[in-house]
């Protein structure tokens, strides 16, 4: 195959992922939405967490969240936990790496805040530490995994929500995971400014 097909192939298995999973995804994103609305209108705030590009999608999902995704609006209270270099290789180098959000989740974290766990594999070890500290601090938890969902699935209460890309390749499911947290914060803005419908 030539690297012009390749490359097609990848738009091609891209487009078809998500339109695979996205009848099934579009409920749970709207619940998950609506779970974040109420907890800004409470004052509470998201804390996100993940690790490598899951890191990245949550320091974007939070960039969108304190400043704005396609409409102007005042900034919601949003951090995330993955992108203070100092504080997570403290934490690594004293304790474990699994607890690297964990132990800022301890002192951050508040009854009614919002754990946005982000692992592709749904097995990531700090992430799933950063669930257990959520559900003991009374946070509500909103995932995006992948495959089955593996650990962080079975961590999940009826007051939480799964986002579950059910596709074995890790490209799709982070490619996915992107678009969840574009339609999170579309949904969001759009309850937030009273456009929706």
């Known amino acids: 195959m030539s690297l012009h097909d390749r490359i097609l192939e990848h738009f091609k298995a891209s487009a078809q992922a998500k339109l695979t999973v996205a009848e099934a995804l579009a409920p749970d994103i709207e619940r998950a939405a609506r779970l974040i609305v109420h907890c800004l209108a409470q004052g509470n705030k998201i804390l996100a967490s993940g690790n490598g590009g899951s890191a990245a ?10 400043n704005r995704f396609e409409q102007e609006r005042p900034g919601l209270a949003a951090l995330t936990l993955a992108a203070d270099s100092s504080t997570l290789t403290s934490i690594a180098n004293e304790h474990a790496f699994d607890q690297v959000f964990a132990r800022q989740i301890k002192a951050l974290g508040q009854p009614g805040d919002i ?20 559900r003991a601090r009374n946070m509500h938890i909103i995932a995006l995994a992948g495959r089955s969902g593996g650990g962080l699935a079975e961590q999940m209460s009826d007051d939480d929500v799964l986002l579950c890309v059910p596709i074995e390749s890790t490209a799709r499911i982070q490619e996915i995971h992107l678009l969840v947290i574009h339609c999170l914060c579309d949904a969001v803005d759009s309850v937030l400014l009273g456009v929706e419908e």
């Open 57 to 66: 999608h949550a320091q974007r999902f939070v960039s969108l969240m304190i």
């Open 115 to 134: 754990l946005l766990a982000i692992s592709a594999s749904g097995h990531s070890p700090s992430v799933l530490q950063a669930a257990v500290t959520a």
